[in-house]
Nanobody, 124 residues
Framework: QVQLVESGGGLVQAGGSLRLSCAAS????????MGWFRQAPGKEREFVAA????????YSADSVKGRFTVSRDNAKNTMYLQMNSLKPEDTAVYYC?????????????????WGQGTQVTVSS
């Protein structure tokens, strides 16, 4: 199995940027499709973005499209989420997740492995 550790969260003003990282260890990183999810207080965990095993196919939720970009570096066993033009409603704990298989998915149930999360807070 794979172990995941997120980093890069923090406090930022509205309109600012952050880059989250998800470092993987354990089994071969490139065998997994990956995803980013977030969970705000009192809300369910929601899909943010996903990327296939090679990085050649990616997509994101409508709420972040044009502002967030998911990428991966298989040589470094790391996935990234570049977040630009942040808004207060982006405030949440952000989780990275891995799923067996090569294709992407947007449902939490499709992912077997999860990191511990990193807090992102956007002030107005």
């Amino acid at each position: 199995q794979v172990q995941l550790v997120e980093s890069g969260g923090g406090l930022v003003q509205a309109g600012g940027s952050l880059r989250l990282s998800c470092a993987a260890s354990g089994r071969t990183f490139s065998r997994y499709a990956m995803g980013w999810f977030r969970q705000a207080p009192g809300k369910e965990r929601e899909f943010v973005a996903a990327i296939n095993w090679s990085g050649g196919w990616r997509y994101s939720a409508d709420s972040v499209k044009g502002r967030f970009t998911v990428s991966r570096d298989n040589a470094k066993n790391t996935m990234y989420l570049q977040m630009n033009s942040l808004k207060p409603e982006d405030t949440a704990v952000y989780y990275c997740a891995a799923r067996d298989g090569l294709g992407t998915a947007s449902e939490t149930a499709e992912y077997a492995y999860w990191g511990q999360g990193t807090q992102v807070t956007v002030s107005s």
